[in-house]
């Protein structure tokens, strides 16, 4: 089993800015691609960014140009720094982590999720 433990969500300003981190730990041969999704209540989820185990980034229209995907190989821990906060990026904010077994399967896991709230 693989454990991910999200940290950094609050509230913050307008213009503001958060650190979200997620940390992978439990039974993991190798870490995949790992990541952020976010969702609004009666939306659907939404991607936020992604990034591959070798440091390839994808970006969701509403987080290019703000926000920024790293990860930690060693920590097996991922983060999302938000810049420029607006109203509209307030959500739940999901973690999730692709992990691979010695068999060569992949296993997608979420974690518990994380609320930011961005005022006006």
């Known amino acids: 089993q693989v454990q991910l433990v999200e940290s950094g969500g609050g509230l913050v300003q307008a213009g503001g800015s958060l650190r979200l981190s997620c940390q992978a730990s439990g039974s993991i041969f190798s870490l995949n691609a790992m990541g952020w999704y976010r969702q609004v209540p009666g939306k659907q989820r939404e991607l936020v960014a992604t990034i591959n185990s070798d440091g390839s980034t994808k970006y969701g229209d509403s987080a290019k140009g703000r926000f920024t995907i790293s990860r930690d190989n060693a920590k097996n821990t991922v983060y999302l720094q938000m810049n420029s906060l607006k109203p509209e990026d307030t959500a739940v904010y999901y973690c999730?982590?692709?992990?691979?077994?010695?068999?060569?399967?992949?296993?997608?896991?979420w974690g518990q999720g994380t609320q930011v709230t961005v005022s006006s």
């Open positions: 999730f982590a692709v992990v691979a077994s010695r068999g060569g399967y992949e296993y997608d896991y």
